[in-house]
């Protein structure tokens, strides 16, 4: 088996991300509608009835989303974009550059941890669509450049990779189609990324974060909410890669050496009161960082992070001083 068949029965079977939801908590008088997006699955519960219009509108939109931010699909806006030649101005959707600029932003912001743009290293490692990858990785600042009027020139022939915003960024747009059908109390997740909003009959929302050292489906510590609060995990426990000699490759690879991340995380877990695409994002930044540069980094963003660490076979809990849960 190859590493990246490996890496996608691994995805698949536990999702790519690791928050666990408490839906046994939260059954009582709820509706539930689920599929499967992304390579992953996707569930909606709520106090309020869902009608099958409304469970159309949002197949239709999470397919939508695919189309723009898809590196598996190849007439995807992305896969076109990563096709397109370099010093060649590219138009872009309005999607595709709010994902492209937060993401320089978030670049900016981690000193380089996090990067868009190791597309051909992430499918070198086992992970990612089997195409070719015969291209060069910036290593330059200026990689591209993009302009308000939503075009896109490369200055590089690299590969664009949005997987760790593109699911967020999806959840964000179904809260927004969920709010304007008048829903105001659901909990929306896609693999682990989600949007809990308004309260469970009064009731807080209930989220479980997943034990990382369990394959079982344990919560190791649960986050309550009955407003608005957006979660992604990231983590190494579960994706990873597996060569011919054993060797053992995570999913989320450092700009700094292009080389698989390694270090004494578990999990780590962002929460956001802004959007899900900022906590997705913001969760593989951290990853990278580290517990100790990225809580430094936490506090000066003021971003709520929870890291979950191995200490010498010790499970321990590393917050920022405003974890939000």
């Given at each position: 088996m190859?590493?990246?068949?490996?890496?996608?029965?691994?995805?698949?079977?536990?999702?790519?991300?690791?928050?666990?939801?408490?839906?046994?908590?939260?059954?009582?008088?709820?509706?539930q509608v689920s599929g499967n997006i992304y390579g992953t699955y996707w569930k909606l519960v709520s106090?309020?009835?869902?009608?099958?219009?409304?469970?159309?509108?949002?197949?239709?939109?999470?397919?939508?989303?695919?189309?723009?931010?898809?590196?598996?699909?190849?007439?995807?806006?992305?896969?076109?974009?990563n096709q397109a030649p370099t010093n060649t101005k590219v138009k872009i959707s309005t999607e595709l550059y709010t994902l492209l600029s937060f993401a320089e932003k978030l670049t900016t912001a981690s000193n380089g941890a996090y990067d868009i743009t190791l597309g051909s290293s992430v499918i070198n490692?086992?992970?990612?669509?089997?195409?070719?990858?015969?291209?060069?990785?910036?290593?330059?600042?200026k990689r591209f450049v993009m302009t308000e009027d939503m075009y896109v020139e490369k200055f590089n022939q690299f590969l664009f990779d949005l997987s760790s915003i593109a699911k967020g960024f999806a959840v964000d747009q179904i809260y927004n189609l969920l709010i304007s059908s008048d829903k105001n109390n659901f909990l929306f997740d896609i693999g682990g990324e989600l949007i809990l909003t308004g309260s469970n009959h009064g009731e807080p929302w209930v989220v479980g974060i997943q034990d990382p050292t369990s394959y079982s489906n344990q919560s190791i510590i649960n986050l309550l909410s009955d407003s608005f609060l957006a979660v992604a995990t990231s983590g190494e426990y579960r994706n990873f890669a597996v060569d011919e000699r054993g060797n053992k490759t995570s999913h989320t690879l450092d700009p700094q050496t292009g080389q698989s991340i390694s270090n004494n995380i578990l999990s780590v877990t962002v929460t956001s009161k802004i959007s899900s695409m900022?906590?997705?994002?913001?969760?593989?930044?951290?990853n990278v960082m580290g517990a100790d540069r990225g809580l430094e980094l936490a506090e000066q963003e003021n971003i709520s992070v929870l890291y979950i660490i191995n200490d010498n076979d010790t499970i321990k809990f590393l917050k920022s001083n405003n974890w939000q849960h």
């Amino acid at each position: 088996m190859s590493r990246l068949i490996a890496s996608k029965a691994l995805a698949l079977s536990v999702g790519i991300l690791c928050i666990l939801l408490a839906y046994n908590h939260n059954k009582s008088s709820t509706y539930q509608v689920s599929g499967n997006i992304y390579g992953t699955y996707w569930k909606l519960v709520s106090t309020e009835y869902i009608p099958d219009s409304l469970r159309q509108s949002i197949v239709d939109e999470l397919n939508r989303i695919d189309f723009i931010a898809s590196t598996y699909k190849t007439s995807s806006e992305l896969s076109l974009l990563n096709q397109a030649p370099t010093n060649t101005k590219v138009k872009i959707s309005t999607e595709l550059y709010t994902l492209l600029s937060f993401a320089e932003k978030l670049t900016t912001a981690s000193n380089g941890a996090y990067d868009i743009t190791l597309g051909s290293s992430v499918i070198n490692a086992g992970f990612g669509p089997e195409i070719n990858t015969d291209v060069f990785e910036p290593l330059s600042t200026k990689r591209f450049v993009m302009t308000e009027d939503m075009y896109v020139e490369k200055f590089n022939q690299f590969l664009f990779d949005l997987s760790s915003i593109a699911k967020g960024f999806a959840v964000d747009q179904i809260y927004n189609l969920l709010i304007s059908s008048d829903k105001n109390n659901f909990l929306f997740d896609i693999g682990g990324e989600l949007i809990l909003t308004g309260s469970n009959h009064g009731e807080p929302w209930v989220v479980g974060i997943q034990d990382p050292t369990s394959y079982s489906n344990q919560s190791i510590i649960n986050l309550l909410s009955d407003s608005f609060l957006a979660v992604a995990t990231s983590g190494e426990y579960r994706n990873f890669a597996v060569d011919e000699r054993g060797n053992k490759t995570s999913h989320t690879l450092d700009p700094q050496t292009g080389q698989s991340i390694s270090n004494n995380i578990l999990s780590v877990t962002v929460t956001s009161k802004i959007s899900s695409m900022e906590a997705d994002a913001w969760a593989t930044a951290m990853n990278v960082m580290g517990a100790d540069r990225g809580l430094e980094l936490a506090e000066q963003e003021n971003i709520s992070v929870l890291y979950i660490i191995n200490d010498n076979d010790t499970i321990k809990f590393l917050k920022s001083n405003n974890w939000q849960h």
